[in-house]
């Protein structure tokens, strides 16, 4: 299978999923998506394969969707918002329907859909320098794919998702985004460590009890929040603003760190 922006290795029982933009920060772009739903289609049929890390290439896991461009040319429309966030969700379903366990290996940012991503995975491991965080709401958006109610309580769902902030892996442990916190060296150690604790699993025993959790999450409403938070997701990338339409314009004429910079000092002291 040829790869533009994945790297794919399989090791006996173990298949290892490197996010591979490192000159974007792994920015998921709709290329990468595509590739992703064609790999975990690959990886579902291959029955040696018992556990999959998804890890990040370079300086980090990765710093969320690609929005570059954004400002430039013809706002897409309701549709296109929906047929996008369509494609989005559609590749993390791929791992929570999945036979196979994921553990998802964070360092530094892990932001926006990418939080998702390691959310979705069923074990999240965290290097000590790992940043989380679902920002896009600063920036007239939301989470297309709102697995975080179901991860965290309430209070903390919206401290998080109504203000866009950032926390630290410590932060991240306490408050259960993340199973434990690790040495920035030791990361892909630990992840291994603990895929080859999950591949001693019988698969029966490791694919039904898995579809036996998310099931109950889906009894109690799981899909259809997805659903309705990716229709939330179309509706506000839809509606306007004028910080919208600000922040659209320095981006388009001056690059996104200068529109985040305007942001900032919009709203500074």
């Known amino acids: 299978m040829e790869l533009n922006t994945l790297k794919l290795v399989k090791e006996d029982w173990l298949a290892t999923l490197t996010l591979n933009r490192p000159e974007k920060m792994n920015a998921l772009s709709e290329e990468l998506q595509l590739e992703m739903q064609k ?20 300086r980090c ?23 996008g966030v369509k494609r989005e969700n559609a590749t993390w379903f791929r791992i929570w329907r999945s036979r196979l366990p994921f553990i998802a ?8 859909g990418a939080c998702e991503l390691s959310m979705v995975c069923d074990i999240t491991i965290a290097a000590d320098d790992a940043q989380f965080g679902e ?13 975080m109610p179901w991860v965290l309580g309430m209070k903390k769902t919206k401290e998080l998702l109504l203000t866009g902030d950032r926390i630290n ?14 040495p920035r060296d030791r990361l892909m150690d630990e992840a291994r460590a603990f895929a080859r604790k999950m591949a001693m699993i019988p698969p029966p025993a490791m694919h039904l009890n898995k579809t036996g959790i998310n099931r109950g999450y889906d009894i109690r409403g799981f899909q259809s929040t997805i659903d309705y938070g990716a229709e939330i997701f179309a509706m506000i990338l839809s509606s306007d603003s004028q910080e919208k339409r600000d922040f659209e ?21």
Not at 135 to 147: G, L, V
Not at 250 to 257: D, F, M, Y
């Open 39 to 58: 790999v975990l289609d690959d990886l579902e049929e291959d029955m040696d394969i018992r556990v999959v890390i998804i890890n990040g290439e370079g």
């Open 61 to 83: 896991f990765s710093a969320g969707f690609d929005i570059t461009g954004t400002g430039s040319g013809e706002a897409p429309d309701v549709q296109q918002w929906r047929a």
């Open 105 to 112: 290996a964070v360092h530094s940012h892990c932001l926006g």
């Open 135 to 147: 920002p896009e709401i600063q920036f007239q958006s939301a989470p297309p794919f709102p697995i």
């Open 169 to 182: 892996a410590e932060e991240a442990e306490r408050i259960g985004l993340v199973n434990r916190v690790v």
């Open 249 to 269: 314009k320095i981006a388009a004429e001056k690059g996104l760190r200068e529109a985040f910079k305007w942001r900032d000092a919009k709203f500074a002291g």
